[in-house]
């Protein structure tokens, strides 16, 4: 319901003091407004792979540049995003740092090992909620 319909205003003026004509009524007024919504993530594909794969996420809201790849072990900084739908990327973990022994300094990989790897993407609008990426070890 416009409450607004019908009413006029004598004197009212809009962006760097425009006038509005007596006879337009306040319904008629356009007011535009730019609000910057949150990355949102849809999909992930594949949703499971080994480290160096290449990962294309789907969503909304991504920006040319400045997008980041949020992680549960490293942040991946300015991503871009053509279309602001897409963002492509190659997954490279640490994973031997994260089975290195700290005594020895030697890396032991367990063969036939999932990882869940959270990703999400960040930008100066927010962040997305976050999807999973099976890690195979």
């Not at 053509?82 to 963002?87: F, L, R, S």
């Amino acid at each position: 319901v416009d409450l607004l319909a019908g009413l006029a205003q004598t004197s009212t003026t809009v962006d760097n003091n425009v006038p509005i004509p007596n006879s337009t009524p306040i319904s008629q007024v356009a007011v535009t407004t730019s609000v910057s919504s949150a990355p949102i993530l849809l999909s992930l594909s594949p949703n499971k792979g080994g480290n160096g794969t290449l990962i294309t996420l789907t969503g909304r809201h991504f920006l040319p540049q400045g997008n980041t790849i949020v992680s549960g072990y490293a942040d991946l900084d300015n991503f871009s995003s053509a279309d602001g739908q897409t963002i492509q990327f190659f997954l490279n973990l640490p994973t031997n740092e994260i089975f290195r022994d700290e005594e020895t300094g030697e890396v032991s990989l367990p063969g036939n090992l999932h990882l869940p790897i959270w990703l999400s993407v960040a930008n100066k609008n927010g962040q997305s909620k976050g999807l999973v990426y099976d890690l195979q070890i």
